[in-house]
């Protein structure tokens, strides 16, 4: 375990399983459909690249940058789009892969922002959510875990832009972000 972290939450056998659950849930709902599958940089790679190969119906490789700034005073933020999809969007069935839901307010403001543009459907895949730190409701398709409110890095997720390598989620000692 990398130095840093305080607990091993999920290890990669447990992700793995319920990526491949996942996969076969996502292949039952989408049959007979090619998906758009848009990943959300960067954190949701590791996780994304994993899904993506347990899916059993066409799927069209896409992603986005986005960077919000929320308040913990209110409960909006501004959501800015760094990169957009490349593919038109239009009547596309698109699955968004994210790797945390926290607030929610990045994707309160993606999942409409797709859809007014023409989407044929919108959901929302997700490896990971916070549901007690919730600031604006939001419909999750496909949830890996739910996880109580500590800081994650791991299988994509980052503190400062490091820990994406490693192949568990863990969550990182206090002292790391405080110091
Ligand atoms: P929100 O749902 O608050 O709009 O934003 C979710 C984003 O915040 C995630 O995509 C992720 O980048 C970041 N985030 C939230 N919680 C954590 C966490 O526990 N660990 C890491 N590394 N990033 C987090
Ligand atoms: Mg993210
Ligand atoms: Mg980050």
Redesign the pocket.
Known sequence: MHQDVKEILFTEEQIQKRVREMGAQITADYAGKTILLCG?LK?AVVFYTDLARQIQVPVKFDFMSCS?Y?SSATSS?AVTIRKDMDNDVAGKDILIV??????????SYLVPYLKDRGANSVKLATLLS?PSRRQVDIHVDYNGFEIPD????GYG???DSSYRNLPYIGILKEEIYTK
């Open positions: 959300i954190g919000s929320g933020g994210e790797d945390i839901i926290d607030t929610g307010i990045t994707l916070k500590a800081f994650v890095v997720l980052d503190y």
